[in-house]
């Protein structure tokens, strides 16, 4: 994309009303626009990366065997007077009366409505296992919205639902969710540590949430610090071998991490004094397992083997697309700008002519521009007739992780400058060296 | 996909309450399921269809330079009485007031926000020109929602604005997204014919409707049925140019076309006799210039080079995007099912193992599995116990292009058979042959 022709709307001031660092750099670096208290509108930089998110949730959900639909965001109220939902959510819950003044509500989550397809469908156990997820908008009524995407009132979230014939199917289940997720986070640049929860509206006692340690998270965690270095990385998993996965599930909650809803002193103390780690987290996601809750009340059951009629074990699986934006850019930022992971980033890198107009320096940014695409790679080409500081604040505001500058004294001697966001590190290379780095660095992303 | 593994409820009864097609088949092929009156689930292979048409909606506006954001499916009702359109609008806007009383609504459609966000941002000509567009859903409540994702309450829409200095550039904008139309529709196997229309709600003189012909379309066209032999192909468009750009239009618009509502009887009747048709179409796509009709209440203006300030010139353009599904399937269909377009299809190709437990021929469905996915498409096998009939009769019924079939006999002497579904000539051929000839068809697509 070239800058001039693109639609990137940064602004110079720190805007009044962000508190935290990644709504004040995601309105400055032109990603939303608040439309209403907690409602925003995606501009193109800040859809890029919200496209780029959920193609990894669907990539790692698809992996483990799980299989997208896609519900509606608005929901008849009779299904959750069927689960007893309608009257216990409150004024969360946004409720609608449409023209014929039928009760609606705008969902904020889908359990009632995928066990009403499941019991529609479904009648044998020879169905199960099954589990089927979306990626859909919500909306929670929220008092107070704010932070910007981290609490909206209208967000993003992928939630999947697992329906198993035993307690043990759905426990795998619920299992296989956890190593979807951790591999999930990974590829998002993140460092995501499941913790023992307390289970709230969804029900059900095995619960975990996945936090991302972040001095601005809202939730105080305990943990031991080892649990940090843990890495899934390209391990090969067998979603089916149940023994593997729980064996992962092991390796990941054995060390301590809770949060301050389920933090136990005591074992906490047990953890070497040198590991023993107290800060705050941000939750990206969360997984339960919730037995017959649902199932038993609306009626979704199978025949057994046995020919008995048996109501499915089921559990609901979370994680917060909108969300994470905020939660990478507090974990992945410093004083000039988001510095975004290669993994998520809107664009693969930048290209920044110092002397736009001058046609040995316009030639070399074509030529790199072009290069860079024939690669399948997207670069961001800052061909606007700017000073180079302000090109280069810009670039450092939005983030990408790699910057090609280009010059006529690096032209007269036969090279470009590659420059890494994260590290601030230079290097000299010719045009051609820079085009084989950078596509060797997303070679494996 | 093996199907074994997958979530496909087909229905062997025709459900009653459908009275068109492409809502019986969307529902018999387990493509969708009701929820509320006109509100549905997409379940997995409608999902993915929705996703396939999406996607080639998207590659074909950023061929044509526009760019993508998304707005939220909540609005601010200031918005709309900035534009007067909050009176005008009538019962089919769902109108919402959240927790604290403010009111809302849920959108039908996005020219008040698109102007706000662009008077927010941007100041001067030199920003121009600018297309912005998003796919999101929207909701119109109809009095009586019907035909399924036809006339749906909830549906996906592709909604594009362009922002310009001028009317002529305003009219390129206009052009381009005809061009980049009639290139989105081919994709998808239709042919969708350009139409003059009226404008309605939206305003605006300059509008055309697109139009696939059906039986059960909703609108009377007539035309000169040469326009149906036009196509816009392979060709490379540069969208920058105007002449050529212009060109094209005038190729596919000089031919008479019209709807009921703006149809010429003197100019039709100047049609020759044999090439004078009269039938029914349904609409799928529309666009609109209507210069300063939001600009100018809104306050969007930008300062020109001579620096007067004024308001910027406008127009809107839509896709029906959900609605798709079903225009495409009422335009390829027979009595046995769907028969979907390479385009659009949700699986490249069947496999139908006729002996299911028969070694040799589970590993020959094994292996054709495998070497289908390793070219990057996507086959779905039927790997499940059932009678051949059956799984041919499901094949048939959701319509993917290509099967193939793998029986005892065949492999005794080395061939398996592909079978086309469109025309239902069956080919035998060895199994590597068969893969090659599938990589082959979606080569181009």
Same mark, same amino acid.
């Given at each position: 994309?070239?800058?001039?022709?693109?639609?990137?709307?940064?602004?110079?001031?720190?805007?009044?009303?962000?508190?935290?660092?990644?709504?004040?750099?995601?309105?400055?670096?032109?990603?939303?626009?608040?439309?209403?208290?907690?409602?925003?509108?995606?501009?193109?930089?800040?859809? /890029?990366?919200?496209?780029?998110?959920?193609?990894?949730?669907?990539?790692?959900?698809?992996?483990?065997?799980?299989?997208?639909?896609?519900?509606?965001?608005?929901?008849?109220?009779?299904?959750?007077?069927?689960?007893?939902?309608?009257?216990?959510?409150?004024?969360?819950?946004?409720?609608?009366?449409?023209?014929?003044?039928?009760?609606?509500?705008?969902?904020?989550?889908?359990?009632?409505?995928?066990?009403?397809?499941? $019991?529609?469908?479904?009648?044998?156990? /020879?169905?199960?296992?099954?589990?089927?997820? %979306?990626?859909?908008?919500?909306?929670? *009524?929220?008092?107070?919205?704010?932070? @910007?995407?981290?609490?909206?009132?209208?967000?993003?979230?992928?939630?999947?639902?697992?329906?198993?014939?035993?307690?043990?199917?759905?426990?795998?289940?619920?299992?296989?969710?956890?190593?979807?997720?951790?591999?999930?986070?990974?590829?998002?640049?993140?460092?995501?540590?499941?913790?023992?929860?307390?289970?709230?509206?969804?029900?059900?006692?095995?619960? %975990?949430?996945?936090?991302?340690?972040?001095?601005?998270?809202?939730?105080?965690?305990?943990?031991?610090?080892?649990?940090?270095?843990? /890495?899934?990385?390209?391990?090969?998993?067998?979603?089916?071998?149940?023994?593997?996965?729980?064996?992962?599930?092991?390796?990941?909650?054995?060390?301590?991490?809770?949060?301050?809803?389920?933090?136990?002193?005591?074992?906490?103390?047990?953890?070497?004094?040198?590991?023993?780690?107290?800060?705050? @987290?941000?939750?990206? @996601?969360?997984?339960?397992?919730?037995?017959?809750?649902?199932?038993?009340?609306?009626?979704?059951?199978?025949?057994?083997?046995?020919?008995?009629?048996?109501?499915?074990?089921?559990?609901?699986?979370?994680?917060?697309?909108?969300?994470?934006?905020?939660?990478?850019?507090?974990?992945?930022?410093? *004083?000039?700008?988001?510095?975004?992971?290669?993994?998520?980033?809107?664009?693969?890198?930048?290209?920044?002519?110092?002397?736009?107009?001058?046609?040995?320096?316009?030639?070399?940014?074509?030529?790199?521009? /072009?290069?860079?695409?024939? $690669?399948?790679?997207?670069?961001?080409?800052?061909?606007?007739?700017?000073?180079?500081?302000?090109?280069?604040?810009?670039?450092?505001?939005? @983030?990408?992780?790699?910057?090609?500058?280009?010059?006529? $004294?690096?032209?007269?001697?036969?090279?470009?400058?590659?420059?890494?966001?994260?590290?601030?590190?230079?290097?000299?290379?010719?045009?051609?060296?820079?085009?084989?780095?950078?596509?060797?660095?997303?070679?494996?992303?």
């Amino acid at each position: 994309m070239r800058l001039s022709r693109y639609f990137l709307p940064v602004l110079k001031e720190n805007p009044a009303e962000a508190q935290i660092v990644s709504h004040r750099y995601m309105l400055r670096a032109g990603m939303i626009k608040q439309q209403a208290a907690g409602i925003y509108s995606w501009l193109p930089m800040g859809f /890029k990366v919200l496209k780029r998110i959920e193609q990894i949730v669907h990539e790692e959900q698809i992996r483990a065997g799980h299989i997208p639909l896609l519900m509606p965001t608005l929901q008849p109220a009779d299904l959750w007077r069927e689960s007893g939902r309608y009257d216990d959510y409150g004024a969360e819950m946004l409720r609608i009366k449409d023209r014929h003044e039928r009760d609606m509500l705008y969902g904020p989550t889908n359990e009632e409505m995928i066990t009403d397809i499941f $019991r529609s469908h479904v009648n044998s156990y /020879k169905d199960l296992p099954l589990t089927l997820y %979306h990626i859909q908008w919500k909306f929670r *009524d929220e008092v107070r919205p704010r932070f @910007g995407v981290m609490r909206g009132r209208e967000f993003l979230m992928k939630d999947g639902y697992n329906f198993d014939l035993t307690k043990e199917d759905a426990l795998h289940a619920y299992n296989r969710h956890m190593v979807s997720y951790l591999r999930t986070y990974e590829r998002m640049g993140l460092t995501a540590i499941p913790m023992r929860a307390a289970s709230g509206p969804i029900g059900g006692d095995n619960t %975990h949430e996945f936090l991302v340690l972040a001095s601005t998270g809202e939730s105080e965690v305990f943990y031991d610090d080892r649990v940090t270095a843990l /890495k899934l990385g390209d391990r090969e998993v067998d979603f089916d071998n149940r023994a593997e996965v729980l064996g992962i599930c092991e390796e990941f909650t054995s060390l301590y991490a809770r949060t301050d809803e389920t933090h136990d002193e005591a074992a906490f103390n047990a953890v070497p004094e040198a590991h023993r780690k107290v800060g705050r @987290g941000i939750e990206v @996601g969360q997984i339960f397992y919730f037995g017959t809750k649902y199932s038993e009340p609306m009626g979704a059951t199978v025949v057994t083997a046995d020919g008995n009629r048996v109501p499915v074990e089921m559990g609901s699986h979370g994680i917060g697309v909108s969300r994470l934006l905020g939660a990478i850019i507090e974990a992945s930022h410093d *004083d000039k700008g988001i510095i975004w992971p290669e993994g998520v980033t809107p664009f693969h890198c930048g290209i920044v002519n110092l002397k736009q107009g001058d046609s040995a320096t316009d030639a070399a940014c074509e030529g790199l521009y /072009k290069a860079i695409k024939s $690669r399948g790679l997207d670069p961001l080409y800052d061909d606007r007739d700017e000073r180079a500081g302000a090109k280069f604040a810009t670039m450092d505001l939005i @983030g990408l992780p790699w910057r090609i500058t280009v010059g006529p $004294r690096g032209l007269a001697s036969g090279v470009v400058e590659l420059t890494s966001r994260r590290t601030g590190e230079s290097e000299e290379m010719s045009a051609e060296a820079a085009v084989d780095r950078i596509a060797q660095i997303y070679a494996g992303i």
